[in-house]
């Protein structure tokens, strides 16, 4: 029998070094994009593509991210007493109704596949999607990431991973996948390598912070040890997974945006910005005059 993908890990423990000092106190994933956090924009896309179940693996310092989702009486209160309905409105369906959030520590930062382990006893035996709140993924009019994703999943109920092509001098930043050959619509993987360097590359088509997950892979994460730097890779998980099973791949079309670095981060205000109902038309006013100052 197979089952739909209804829950979603965001792994959210890690430090944030490279926007210290603005992480010392704060999440990186709640540093905001105009108006909205990193992390809001990860689960409404996890939502949009029928996702019900929120699983964030957390740490000591994240509590900020449960405040968000969670609902806040004062700050509603003081809203409708001033007759400030939309904001209201805005702070109330920040979680829409019939999805859940479910919070699990992670105790030490030891890679992205410990911190999916982390969220096996509430997975369960079901499919699940893992969202890396870094990775800003811009439908830019199409579907969301996600959705093309949970479609693709959908076809063939293989784990799906999300790629786009890197320039050939960025391989060494990412997991590069092999391709096997086209079957109708779907691709699958044949193999996946962790941040290879650029003459063992297999391809420049680079894992970007998308995935669909069978439950097995929680068999492979248990089987692998730490790494070279101390760190259990998902990547080498997903490497012994395809010695099982086929993984599908989801060429994401729309823009990704690196916000784990101070550069990406920056592209997006900006693009996002110039796009926002609210202040688009005058920031991008502002930007034509100081480009022509």
Same mark, same amino acid.
């Given at each position: 029998?197979?089952?739909?993908? %209804?829950?979603?890990? =965001?792994?959210?423990? /890690?430090?944030?070094? &490279?926007?210290?000092?603005?992480?010392?106190?704060?999440?990186?994933?709640?540093?905001?994009?105009?108006?909205?956090?990193?992390?809001?924009?990860? !689960?409404?896309?996890?939502?949009?593509? /029928?996702?019900?179940? @929120?699983?964030? !693996?957390?740490?000591?310092?994240?509590?900020?991210?449960?405040?968000?989702?969670?609902?806040?009486?004062?700050?509603?209160? %003081?809203?409708?007493?001033?007759?400030?309905?939309?904001?209201?409105?805005?702070?109330?369906?920040? @979680?829409?109704? /019939?999805?859940? *959030?479910?919070?699990? &520590?992670?105790?030490?930062?030891?890679?992205?596949?410990?911190?999916?382990? *982390?969220?096996?006893?509430? #997975?369960?035996?079901?499919?699940?999607?893992?969202?890396?709140?870094?990775?800003?993924?811009?439908?830019?009019?199409?579907?969301?990431?996600?959705?093309?994703? #949970?479609?693709?999943?959908?076809?063939?109920?293989?784990?799906?991973?999300?790629?786009?092509?890197?320039?050939?001098?960025?391989?060494?930043?990412?997991? +590069?996948?092999?391709?096997?050959?086209?079957?109708?619509?779907?691709?699958?993987?044949?193999? +996946?390598?962790?941040?290879?360097? #650029? %003459?063992?590359?297999?391809?420049?088509?680079?894992?970007?912070?998308?995935?669909?997950?069978?439950?097995?892979?929680?068999?492979?994460?248990?089987?692998?040890?730490?790494?070279?730097?101390?760190?259990?890779?998902?990547?080498?998980?997903?490497?012994?997974?395809?010695?099982?099973?086929? +993984?599908? !791949? *989801?060429?994401?079309? /729309?823009?990704?945006?690196? *916000?784990?670095?101070?550069?990406?981060?920056?592209?997006?205000? #900006?693009?996002?910005?110039?796009?926002?109902?609210? !202040?688009? &038309?005058? =920031?991008?006013?502002?930007?034509?005059?100081?480009?022509?100052?």
């Amino acid at each position: 029998m197979t089952r739909p993908v %209804k829950k979603a890990v =965001f792994p959210v423990a /890690g430090f944030g070094t &490279r926007f210290l000092p603005a992480t010392k106190a704060n999440p990186k994933e709640m540093l905001p994009i105009v108006d909205k956090p990193l992390i809001q924009y990860a !689960v409404e896309e996890a939502i949009s593509a /029928g996702i019900t179940q @929120l699983i964030f !693996v957390t740490s000591q310092t994240k509590r900020a991210i449960e405040d968000h989702f969670d609902s806040n009486y004062e700050l509603e209160a %003081k809203l409708a007493e001033r007759a400030k309905y939309d904001l209201l409105a805005l702070v109330q369906g920040i @979680l829409p109704k /019939g999805v859940s *959030c479910i919070y699990v &520590r992670q105790p030490e930062q030891l890679g992205l596949g410990h911190a999916v382990m *982390c969220a096996k006893d509430v #997975v369960g035996d079901e499919p699940f999607a893992v969202l890396l709140a870094d990775d800003l993924m811009d439908g830019q009019g199409n579907k969301p990431c996600m959705v093309q994703m #949970v479609d693709e999943y959908n076809k063939t109920m293989n784990s799906v991973i999300a790629v786009q092509e890197v320039l050939p001098c960025e391989v060494e930043k990412y997991g +590069i996948v092999a391709l096997a050959a086209k079957d109708g619509d779907s691709q699958h993987i044949a193999n +996946i390598v962790e941040k290879p360097s #650029v %003459k063992d590359a297999p391809s420049n088509l680079a894992v970007v912070g998308r995935y669909i997950l069978t439950p097995r892979i929680f068999h492979f994460i248990a089987a692998i040890g730490a790494g070279a730097v101390g760190e259990i890779q998902l990547t080498d998980a997903i490497a012994g997974l395809l010695s099982e099973e086929e +993984i599908q !791949v *989801c060429r994401f079309n /729309g823009k990704r945006y690196d *916000c784990g670095s101070k550069l990406g981060y920056l592209e997006a205000t #900006v693009e996002y910005a110039l796009k926002h109902p609210e !202040v688009g &038309r005058e =920031f991008g006013e502002y930007l034509e005059a100081r480009y022509k100052s």
